[in-house]
């Protein structure tokens, strides 16, 4: 048992420092990943229609790598039920640090 629980561990910190190493351009989704991050860049034109945010963020978590996926699925959840309450900040933290440094995107409130 204790052997299993220390291969999980092991796994588990391989995977961080995979997500923490991972170069620019090794998903296929990048570029359209990032284009649609320019839309939540500071200084970008708000949205002006019911539901583009939501487009938006819909789009970057079908483009997204896949170690976001749980943080994408808990940012649409909250945007969904339109509840700033259920946000885990930790995961806007978590996507907005990896767009600004993947993409070069300046979001509002993010600092990396």
């Known amino acids: 048992m204790a052997i299993a629980a220390a291969a999980v561990a092991v796994a588990a910190a391989a995977a961080a420092v995979a997500f923490v190493n991972r170069t620019l351009d090794d998903w296929p989704q990048r570029e359209a990943f990032c284009d649609q991050a320019t839309a939540l860049e500071v200084g970008a034109v708000g949205f002006e ?4 945010k939501a ?3 819909a789009a970057l978590a079908e483009t997204a790598p896949d170690e976001l996926a749980d943080e994408f699925e808990g940012i649409l ?3 969904e039920h339109d509840d700033r309450a259920m946000v885990d ?3 806007v933290t978590t996507v907005g640090v990896f767009i600004e ?3 070069g995107v300046n979001l509002p409130g993010v600092t990396t």
């Open 77 to 79: 959840h909250a945007n």
């Open 89 to 91: 900040e930790e995961h």
């Open 49 to 52: 229609e019911p539901g583009e």
């Open 101 to 103: 440094e993947t993409c």
């Open 55 to 57: 487009e938006v963020l």
